[in-house]
């Protein structure tokens, strides 16, 4: 499992989603990336966890973008008018994370779009996981192509990280965000997701997904925690999660009971 590494040449137009103001852009590979931008909303933490959720997601056998390091100097963009997009290009200088353009995919829309219910077990398994707390009906960060069904934005997963406390619990935690999970009325094979899922990555696996995480990414806030110490609090989240998979699979029994189904 590696990450390739290229170079923005041309930006190409803001996707204008949320607040973190990704772009679609092509690399000196001549192919287009939507690019989530460092200098944006959480900056190294979106894309921490956009990385090791969809190295996570990749490794489970779930279909994902190509995951890529795209390098940005100070001459990308440069002919941008808009002054908020320049003032996010220059904070985002060196490197940053792009996703292979899905060109003409559409938007997986449960209502319309049917997910067998392994496949949306195992989607709702992958997210209490991750503690990915985006993925719901008003946004599923799903997509149609190629008539295949993948998975994209994990950004939001991991919140832990953002305050980096109770690192002791943060495995332990039964997620309560999954009730509002678009698949989890589809997911009434929870239980066979998580057998399956649990032999099919391992905790060395894991590890490495956490090594590949760029060392300038996990140099901030030093003052809280050391590069090392953040890399070995992710790689305990994954392995003691994995571990201890019951606690959520548990909550996501009990929130389905909830729904009356």
Same mark, same amino acid.
């Given at each position: 499992?590696?990450?390739r590494?290229?170079?923005?040449?041309?930006?190409?137009?803001?996707?204008?989603?949320?607040?973190?103001?990704?772009?679609l852009?092509?690399?000196?590979?001549?192919?287009?990336y939507?690019?989530?931008?460092?200098?944006a909303?959480?900056?190294?933490?979106?894309?921490?966890?956009?990385?090791?959720?969809?190295?996570?997601?990749?490794?489970?056998?779930?279909?994902?973008?190509?995951?890529v390091?795209?390098?940005?100097?100070h001459?990308?963009?440069?002919?941008?008018?808009?002054?908020?997009?320049q003032?996010?290009?220059?904070?985002?200088?060196?490197?940053n994370?792009g996703?292979?353009?899905?060109?003409?995919?559409?938007?997986?829309?449960?209502?319309?779009?049917?997910?067998?219910?392994?496949? !949306? #077990?195992? %989607?709702?398994?992958? =997210?209490?996981? +991750?503690?990915?707390?985006?993925?719901t &009906?008003?946004?599923t960060?799903?997509?149609?192509?190629?008539?295949?069904?993948?998975?994209?934005?994990?950004?939001?997963?991991?919140?832990?990280?953002?305050?980096?406390?109770?690192?002791?619990?943060?495995?332990?935690?039964?997620?309560?965000?999954?009730?509002?999970?678009?698949?989890?009325?589809? !997911? #009434?094979? %929870?239980?066979?997701? =998580?057998?399956? +899922?649990?032999?099919?990555?391992t905790? &060395?696996?894991?590890?490495?997904i956490?090594?590949?995480i760029?060392e300038?990414?996990?140099?901030?806030?030093?003052?809280?925690?050391?590069p090392?110490?953040?890399?070995?609090?992710?790689?305990d989240?994954?392995t003691?999660?994995?571990?201890?998979?019951?606690?959520?699979?548990?909550?996501?029994?009990?929130?389905?009971?909830?729904?009356?189904?």
């Amino acid at each position: 499992m590696e990450i390739r590494t290229q170079s923005l040449t041309r930006y190409i137009l803001p996707l204008r989603e949320g607040g973190s103001l990704p772009a679609l852009a092509e690399a000196d590979d001549g192919f287009r990336y939507v690019v989530k931008f460092r200098g944006a909303g959480h900056g190294y933490k979106a894309l921490i966890a956009e990385l090791t959720g969809g190295l996570v997601a990749k490794s489970l056998g779930f279909k994902v973008p190509e995951l890529v390091f795209l390098d940005i100097d100070h001459r990308f963009g440069i002919t941008e008018g808009d002054e908020e997009i320049q003032d996010l290009l220059r904070s985002s200088e060196g490197l940053n994370l792009g996703l292979h353009f899905l060109d003409r995919a559409m938007t997986m829309d449960p209502s319309v779009n049917r997910v067998d219910e392994l496949t !949306a #077990s195992k %989607i709702v398994w992958l =997210d209490a996981f +991750l503690a990915n707390v985006d993925r719901t &009906r008003l946004n599923t960060n799903m997509l149609i192509w190629n008539r295949e069904l993948w998975l994209i934005d994990h950004g939001a997963s991991l919140y832990f990280h953002h305050s980096w406390r109770n690192l002791d619990n943060a495995p332990l935690d039964p997620f309560p965000y999954i009730r509002t999970h678009a698949l989890l009325p589809q !997911a #009434s094979r %929870i239980e066979e997701a =998580d057998s399956l +899922l649990r032999q099919a990555i391992t905790p &060395r696996t894991l590890s490495h997904i956490v090594d590949l995480i760029p060392e300038a990414w996990l140099a901030d806030e030093p003052e809280i925690m050391s590069p090392s110490e953040k890399r070995e609090a992710y790689r305990d989240f994954f392995t003691r999660r994995l571990a201890n998979s019951s606690i959520f699979v548990n909550r996501i029994i009990d929130e389905r009971k909830r729904l009356d189904l």
